[in-house]
């Protein structure tokens, strides 16, 4: 995991929507510039995610997959 | 000559001003596209727990979106908006609902149940069983229950609104309903939300 996150939120475990509603509530009380680093273990959330950041405008800086665990870097714009 | 035409002074570079106005009227439409704010209508009409799934899930993924979303509540979907939650399944009649274990070996949970309408029917109890079960599914696969599914669309700002129509047909008293409701209104006045929203659903 990205050390460098100003946030960090673990949805490992949860299932779909959690892991989206759980980003969009630690991203609202962020400020523009910071960055949110999010673990999950639902499978949907890799394309949810890019869903998520592209409809809401907030940047994707990486997404990876490693043994079912999901890591996303997300900036708040 | 269309009318539109007429309107154009003679003297003008006709094919400039059209590649004029082509130009302008692309950006104008991609600026009002980007402001648009999308919205959702969801009309809820089912009280059973797993049809209660659908609608605030919708909802409450739609408004993490960014999306304005207003649900309207009619017939046995007015259940959802209970203070207290007692929501049930039934397998009856339902061939498309697994009958699995929750618990137990992988090769136990793998077995799906199929338990004849005519069992289901006649075994008092079955579909607290079943509700039992499904609760038990929900829980150990890490999906949200309804009531947190409906605490996170109230968070959110979704609109929820009950059909008074039902609430008077079944007798029920407005109090025995969560506060947060918006309003309590009939079709007429949910129909034109619906109809100027992006995406309207029926569940």
Sequence with gaps: ?77 | MGAADKLIPENLDKSRFDQWFDQRFESKMAEREAAHVPSLSIIATKGTMDWAYPPFILASTASALGWDVSVFFTFYGLELLKKDLHLEISPLGNPSMPMKMPFGPQWLKDINWNVPNAVMAGLPGFEKVATGLMKQTVKSKGVATIDELRHACIEADVKLFACQMTVDLFGYSQDEFIPEIEGWIGAASFLPTAQKSDVCLFV
């Design chain 1, 1 to 77: 995991m990205s050390t460098n996150a100003t946030q960090s939120l673990d949805t490992r475990g949860m299932n779909c929507p959690l892991p989206i509603l759980r980003t969009k509530k630690a991203l609202s009380t962020m400020s523009a510039g910071e960055t949110l680093a999010v673990t999950a273990t639902d499978p949907g959330s890799l394309k949810d995610m890019q869903a998520f950041c592209k409809q809401t405008g907030h940047e994707l800086i990486s997404s990876s997959a490693n043994q079912g665990e999901f890591e996303f870097l997300i900036r708040r714009t």
